[in-house]
């Protein structure tokens, strides 16, 4: 079945390092990619999406390219700030249905 | 901005007892879920629901789980005699239509049962 297999943390970082969470992927078809983002007492926001193979997805400075042929969507950023602490989650919505599949969550701290 | 909401935050109950966790959606979408997060595991789909009827639901969500729209704002889980396994994370989300792409997801309910 669909599943998202996503890098374990947690995660520290000093501001302005460069970010790599990586994420994989298993399912049929060509399923929509997501990173969702969580920051502490709040609900899981969409951070940017890729709906087809080699579509690049981008917000907040984070970008993600959907890579059919290595079944990955790895979640990059340039320089973190400390703004940017929060759970990062990976995951996907398959061909039928509507339901999304998540991976477990990264947790992101970021350090002045 | 419009946003999920849930309560309450935390819920602590004892094995056996049954609990209802409430989540109010954006108020014009149509579509409406459950997921939960066991500490350390996925997040995983439990049901989703539109025009007052269950449209899909995992294997999770067996005889023990409940869902319901009671009055048009609310969309409630409801849990019969939890069990110790049942404690986790869950969130609710809503979508404005079955295919859009985002599902808009509330804080959470921790449910710890002892």
């Known amino acids: 079945g669909d599943s998202v297999t996503q890098m374990e943390g947690p995660v520290t970082l000093s501001e302005e390092a460069f970010l790599t969470i990586n994420c994989t992927y298993t399912?049929?078809?060509?399923?929509?990619l997501f990173w969702y983002v969580q920051y502490p007492g709040e609900g899981l926001q969409l951070l940017l999406k890729?709906?087809?193979?080699?579509d690049k997805g981008s917000n907040k400075g984070f970008e993600a390219t959907y890579r059919k042929e290595t079944t990955s969507f790895h979640l990059e950023k340039g320089s973190v700030q400390v703004s940017d602490s929060a759970v990062y989650f990976c995951?996907?919505?398959?061909?039928?249905?509507?339901?999304?599949?998540f991976g477990t969550g990264t947790s992101l701290t970021v350090i002045p | 901005e419009p946003e999920v909401t849930q309560t309450p935050s935390h819920q602590v109950t004892q094995m056996g007892q049954e609990v209802i966790l409430r989540c109010v959606p954006i108020?014009?979408?149509?579509?409406f879920y459950w997921y939960r997060q066991i500490l350390g595991q996925k997040v995983e789909f439990l049901v989703s629901?539109?025009?007052?009827?269950?449209?899909?639901k995992s294997e999770i969500f067996d005889d023990q789980f409940s869902v319901e729209r009671p009055d048009g704002s609310n969309f409630t889980l409801k849990i019969r005699s939890t069990k110790l396994e049942d404690s986790a994370m869950y969130f609710c989300?809503?979508?404005?239509?079955?295919?859009?792409?985002?599902?808009?997801f509330g804080p959470g309910t921790r449910l710890t049962v002892t």
């Open positions: 989300a809503s979508g404005r239509a079955q295919h859009t792409y985002e599902q808009y």
């Open positions: 399912a049929t078809g060509y399923p929509s």
């Open positions: 890729a709906t087809k193979a080699d």
């Open positions: 995951a996907l919505r398959g061909n039928t249905g509507n339901q999304f599949y």
């Open positions: 108020s014009n979408h149509l579509y």
């Open positions: 629901f539109y025009n007052n009827e269950i449209s899909e």
